[in-house]
């Protein structure tokens, strides 16, 4: 279930300051952030955000398709490392 229309869009205040910021003097720089929660807003367009997944921040750049979705849906925070480690008598003879 997604947000009240009324309501509007969950954007981070310290976030939007930073990108208007970056928006009013042209200048493009990375800004980390926590606020997995944000929701891109069409100012963030054009701009990278580090965002932190619990262990270090994945520098992400914000694209137009990126709008309307959550900071937190582009930096993943499980590392999947495969099923089965070990290696099976069946799965070396189809080699």
């Not at 976030?15 to 208007?20: A, H, L």
């Not at 914000?62 to 290696?87: C, Q």
Request: hydrophobic share 30%.
């Amino acid at each position: 279930m997604g947000r009240s229309i009324k309501k509007g869009p969950y954007v981070v205040p310290s976030v939007q300051k930073k990108i208007d910021h970056l928006n009013r003097t042209g200048e493009k720089r990375v800004i980390r952030t926590w606020a997995r929660a944000c929701t891109v807003t069409p100012d963030f367009v054009g701009h990278t955000l580090a965002i932190h997944n619990g262990n270090k921040f994945i520098p992400v750049y914000i694209s137009e398709n990126m709008v309307g979705h959550k900071l937190g849906e582009f930096s993943p925070t499980r590392t999947y490392r495969g099923h089965s480690g070990r290696v099976t008598e069946r799965s070396s003879a189809l080699k």
